[in-house]
């Protein structure tokens, strides 16, 4: 009986000491999770810093281009994020503007885009510029995507009853005219030939016809002629960012246009 005492004593005098490094390691994880959390925290801080900066700074690179929209909306890739600005370059900043539009000189019309996205790539900026709002942000690359309302293209057009839509990936067109020579209205429909001249959208119809059309070359040579005169050029709002356009497509919800810019100033502050 007095051999088993010491057995006894050694056995109650481990399980306290388990259970206290059980404790530790999970006081150690809560820490560590706690840590991290906050690490997180603070990084999205900062991040949320650098887009308020940058979206002042674009604010005020579209007013000197007399751009009207709403505030910019700006989001910082790339996590983490204070490594980035450690090394002053930033995988991607995007630049959501709404509802951006302009005048076209010379008319009352005005070209609508409800929004503008810019997507900046290999983005420099420095801490200095950061911290005090002063200096340059750069991108090596960016690209802006829109879609021009068809209601702006057909205010251009200036033609009453035309439609524009999306047809079969080309832009399509259905306009009522009204032909002399046989004192008659008739509805003609077509597809046109969209191009990029500049920063303008030139919007081009060749031929349209018509079911009630009679074969006649007379007629058929006073419609062609009117397809000539819907003929417009659309010229967007001056983009930002020395953006070029280079493409445009067919939506059904408007004409789709992409612009492209190397090596741009997002941000210069003297």
Not at 61 to 68: L, T
Not at 163 to 179: C, D, H, I, S
Not at 203 to 218: K, M, T, Y
């Amino acid at each position: 009986m007095a051999d088993s005492y010491p057995v006894q004593d050694e056995a109650y005098g481990e399980k306290p000491r388990r259970r206290r490094g059980r404790r530790a390691l999970v006081v150690l994880v809560i820490l560590l999770l706690v840590l991290a959390g906050l690490l997180v925290v603070a990084d999205r801080v900062a991040a949320g810093v650098a887009e308020r900066m940058v979206a002042e700074q674009v604010d005020k690179e579209i007013s000197r281009k007399n751009i009207q929209s709403t505030a910019p909306e700006v989001t910082v890739g790339g996590f983490p994020f204070l490594t980035q600005v450690l090394d002053g370059r930033y995988d991607s900043v995007k630049v959501l503007l709404r509802d951006v539009q302009g005048p076209v000189e010379g008319t009352e019309a005005t070209v609508k885009v409800p929004e503008l996205t810019v997507d900046a790539r290999d983005v420099t900026a420095s801490l200095d510029t950061l911290r005090s709002g002063q200096g340059e942000v750069t991108a090596k690359t960016v690209q802006g995507t829109g879609t021009v309302t068809y209601d702006s293209v057909v205010a251009l057009i200036d033609r009453p009853g035309v439609q524009l839509r999306e047809q079969e990936g080309k832009l399509g067109v259905t306009a009522p005219v009204q032909v002399p020579i046989i004192n008659q209205e008739l509805t003609v429909q077509g597809t046109a030939n969209v191009t990029v001249d500049g920063d303008d959208i030139v919007i081009a119809f060749d031929r349209l016809s018509s079911a009630d059309l009679p074969d006649n070359p007379v007629i058929q040579t006073f419609v062609n002629n009117f397809a000539r005169q819907l003929t417009v050029r659309v010229p967007l709002p001056p983009l930002p960012f020395a953006l070029q356009l280079h493409e445009v497509r067919p939506l059904p919800n408007g004409l789709s246009v992409t612009a492209s810019a190397s090596d741009v100033a997002l941000s210069e502050v003297s």
